[in-house]
C-alpha cells in the first residue's frame, strides 16, 4: 500500500476504526528503555536549548557584528530547504498523501525534512497521523488542552504541546500507524540514517560559509545564523503549530477539534498556520484556501506537479471548501 492509498483510508475511516484513546495507551505507547529515554531526553534538551538560547542572542548581535549578507543567504536557503522539507515533505505528502511523487522526489523529501532535525521521518509521520487520530481529545500525543481549560491548565498544556511532549516516555506504535513507510526500504534507511543528516544539517552550514568567505570567521559565523539560529526559529516556528495554532486564531471551518488559523506565522511556518482549513480538510494539498492566505507550501507543491515531479494533487475544490466552512 502506497502512501498515498493509506494515508487517505486514514482520514477517511471512521475514528473508532483506528482505536479509542485507552487502546492507544494500552496496546499502542510501548515504553521505551529507561536509559535510552534518559540519553535521549538530554539530546533533545540540547537540541531544543541550544538553538533558542542562540535565537535570543540573534537580535542584538545582529547589530553589532557576525552578520554578512552570506550568513543571510545560506541562513535563508537552509530554512526553506528543512522547512519545506517538513511541510511538503513529511507532513502534506507523507503524512497525509496530499499528492504523488516521483521516487527520486520521495528520497529528496524524506532527506529534506531530515535537515530539519525534528526526529527521523518514520517516528514523526506516526506522531501526526496519531495527532490527527484523536485531535485534541485524549490520546493526541501534543494537545494543548491536555490539562483541561482553565488559565493554569493550559499554560501548563501550552507548555506540553510546544516542547514537553517531546520528553514523555511513550512511542507511537509504528506498526499501527505507518505500515506504508515501514515497508519502503528507501525510507527505512532515511530513516536510520537521521543521526548523520542532522550532524550534515549542524556542520554545513559552517562548511559553506568558511569555503565562501575563505575564512574562520565566515565560517563561525554561518554556524552561528545558518546552524544554530535558523534550527532554532524553525523548531519553534513547527512547535507552535502544534500549540499556538490549537489554543488562539479564527476558526472559519468546521472541525472536531481547536485547530485555528493564526496569519502572522504563515509566513514562516510555509502555510501550516492556516492550520484550521488543515484539520477540516487534512488531505487537501493547499492550507492556505482564501484570498491573501500566503502557501508557499502549496506553491512548492504546484511548481512539483508542473515539472512532472508530482501527481494526483488534491487541490481544493470550492464546492467541497465551502461545504466545511462555518455558517
Not at 490539562?147 to 510546544?162: D, E, R, S
Not at 472541525?255 to 498556520?273: F, H, I, P, Q, T
Amino acid at each position: 500500500m502506497t502512501t498515498h492509498t493509506y494515508a487517505r483510508d486514514l482520514h477517511e475511516t471512521d475514528t473508532s476504526v483506528l482505536g479509542d484513546s485507552t487502546s492507544v495507551e494500552n496496546d499502542g505507547a510501548v515504553p521505551r528503555l529507561r536509559g535510552r529515554v534518559r540519553v535521549e531526553q538530554i539530546v533533545l534538551f540540547a537540541f531544543i536549548a541550544i538553538p533558542f538560547l542562540a535565537l535570543l542572542a540573534a537580535v542584538p548581535l545582529a547589530w553589532g557584528w557576525g552578520l554578512s549578507w552570506h550568513d543571510v543567504v545560506i541562513a535563508t536557503v537552509m530554512y526553506a530547504v528543512a522547512g519545506h522539507g517538513i511541510t511538503v515533505g513529511f507532513h502534506r505528502y507523507f503524512t497525509h498523501g496530499s499528492f504523488r511523487a516521483k521516487r527520486w522526489l520521495r528520497v529528496a523529501l524524506a532527506i529534506a525534512g531530515s535537515l530539519a532535525i525534528e526526529g527521523p521521518v518514520i517516528r514523526w509521520v506516526a506522531d501526526h497521523r496519531r495527532h490527527h487520530a484523536f485531535s485534541d481529545r485524549e490520546g493526541d500525543p501534543h494537545s494543548p488542552w491536555r490539562y483541561g481549560k482553565t488559565v493554569p491548565a493550559l499554560v501548563k498544556g501550552l507548555w506540553w504541546a510546544h516542547t514537553g511532549w517531546f520528553f514523555g516516555t511513550e512511542e507511537t506504535p509504528r506498526a499501527r500507524y505507518v505500515p506504508d513507510l515501514l515497508a519502503d526500504r528507501d525510507l527505512r534507511r532515511i530513516d536510520a540514517a537521521f543521526p548523520a543528516l542532522a550532524a550534515v544539517s549542524v556542520l554545513a552550514p559552517a562548511v559553506i560559509g568558511g569555503l565562501w568567505s575563505m575564512s574562520w570567521q565566515g565560517a563561525a559565523t554561518a554556524f552561528f545564523w545558518g546552524s544554530l539560529v535558523r534550527i532554532g526559529l524553525l523548531h519553534h516556528v513547527t512547535w507552535s503549530i502544534n500549540s499556538i495554532c490549537h489554543a488562539i486564531g479564527e476558526r472559519p471551518f468546521k472541525s472536531r477539534d481547536k485547530s485555528a488559523n493564526v496569519w502572522w506565522l504563515a509566513m514562516l511556518s510555509m502555510g501550516e498556520s492556516w492550520h484550521n482549513l488543515h484539520h477540516a480538510d487534512p488531505t487537501c494539498a493547499r492550507h492556505g484556501v482564501d484570498p491573501g492566505q500566503l502557501d508557499s507550501s502549496a506553491r512548492t507543491i504546484w511548481a512539483f506537479e508542473k515539472l512532472g515531479w508530482a501527481y494526483d494533487v488534491r487541490w481544493p475544490r470550492r464546492e467541497r471548501v465551502e461545504a466545511r466552512r462555518c455558517p
